[in-house]
Nanobody
Framework: QVRLVESGGGLVQAGGSLRLSCVASNSHFSISDLAWYRQAPGKQRELVARIFSGYNTDYADSVKGRMTISRDNAHDTLYLQMNSLKPEDTAAYYC????????????????WGQGIQVTVSS
């Protein structure tokens, strides 16, 4: 029922910028914690950034100072602003929503977007 749709990826030259968006449908968006993950070929999936329901944020050391995660609860949208991009940022990026127990539900559930490719050329 919950759906996450990502957009904004593509090909960019080193030093350039992109903004990823993730629109959620049928979720308890405002009370959910959100995150961006990425996975490069041959590498483990890694956490890029997360933003909690209380708006606190965490970033991977490799992206600190270059990327900013934000959320717009009025439009159920998660963003990742990516600046000063490097070839090592090349990966598939995934939006993640962690839903807490709500109403009659007694379980926490993770939802994932389909992934969107970001390629940074030298």
């Amino acid at each position: 029922q919950v759906r996450l749709v990502e957009s904004g990826g593509g090909l960019v030259q080193a030093g350039g910028s992109l903004r990823l968006s993730c629109v959620a449908s049928n979720s308890h968006f405002s009370i959910s914690d959100l995150a961006w993950y990425r996975q490069a070929p041959g590498k483990q999936r890694e956490l890029v950034a997360r933003i909690f329901s209380g708006y606190n944020t965490d970033y991977a050391d490799s992206v600190k100072g270059r990327m900013t995660i934000s959320r717009d609860n009025a439009h159920d949208t998660l963003y990742l602003q990516m600046n000063s991009l490097k070839p090592e940022d090349t990966a598939a990026y995934y939006c993640n929503l962690h839903s807490p127990p709500f109403g009659s539900s007694r379980f926490e559930v993770d939802y994932w977007g389909q992934g969107i490719q970001v390629t940074v050329s030298s």
